[in-house]
């Protein structure tokens, strides 16, 4: 399963222009985070690219771009960590980045280690960033499910193989949540609403006109 950048953006709560700009190396520091599926027209993300977008989502509430960019530097050129962003814990508390691990934290702007971390956070689960709730990664509806297990990262109907859009087209076409069994026999009418309710939140990703160009690629 590839993620194109709008339901990328819908899983993590990065806007498509962030994406974009995250995409590309600034005049001193590397790129944020490359897809590692394609960084090029059709660009496509990863499950893995995803849970590390979140991370990064979640470190833009206490951090600058520029702070996050040269935590990255540090983590991958200093401290030679070259695994994928998901693979690292990275928490911000206003002043710094920290590497978070089982016996220690680094300190990525001043490389102390044995910091204190008084709060670790989950980047799976729900949180809020300026003022838009970004749902849990692995349940982003009570009905819609994200399993890489399951075709792959797609989100599905609980308990099902079917997609979401597929659901929420049908309703979009008129047929009614009560008839979405007729379909899909695995799907209640209650879970084809909130399959509807959760494409609502990714097409809210769609970006203005002027702009679908300069995120496409």
């Known amino acids: 399963m590839t993620y194109d950048p709008k339901l990328a953006a819908a899983l993590s709560g990065a806007t498509l222009r962030q994406l974009a700009h995250w995409r590309k190396a600034s005049v001193n520091r590397g790129a944020v985070l490359v897809p590692e599926i394609s960084s090029t027209r059709p660009v496509l993300y990863s499950f893995r690219d ?15 771009l520029q702070k996050i960019r040269r935590a990255l530097d540090t983590l ?16 911000a508390d206003g002043s710094t980045i920290y590497l978070a691990g089982p016996d220690q934290a680094i300190d990525l702007a001043r490389k102390k280690a044995n910091v204190v971390i008084h709060e670790m956070v989950d980047v799976l689960q729900p949180f809020y960033r300026d003022g838009r709730h970004i749902p849990s990664l692995l349940q982003p509806r009570v009905h819609v499910t ?4 399951i075709r ?7 308990g099902t193989r079917v997609p979401y859009d597929e659901v929420a087209a049908l309703l979009r076409d008129g047929v009614s949540p009560e008839r979405i069994s007729d379909y899909y026999p695995s799907v209640t009418a209650t879970a ?8 609502d939140y990714v097409d809210s990703y769609d970006p203005p006109k002027e702009l679908r160009e300069a995120v496409a690629g």
């Open 50 to 64: 995803v849970v590390a977008l979140r991370t990064c989502v979640k470190l833009r509430n206490d951090a600058s």
């Open 76 to 91: 991958r050129d200093d401290l030679k960590e070259l695994d994928h962003l998901s693979s690292y814990t990275l928490i």
């Open 146 to 149: 994200v399993d890489p297990a």
């Open 152 to 158: 792959g990262g797609v989100p599905v109907i609980e």
């Open 192 to 199: 084809a609403l909130d399959a509807a309710d959760f494409a």
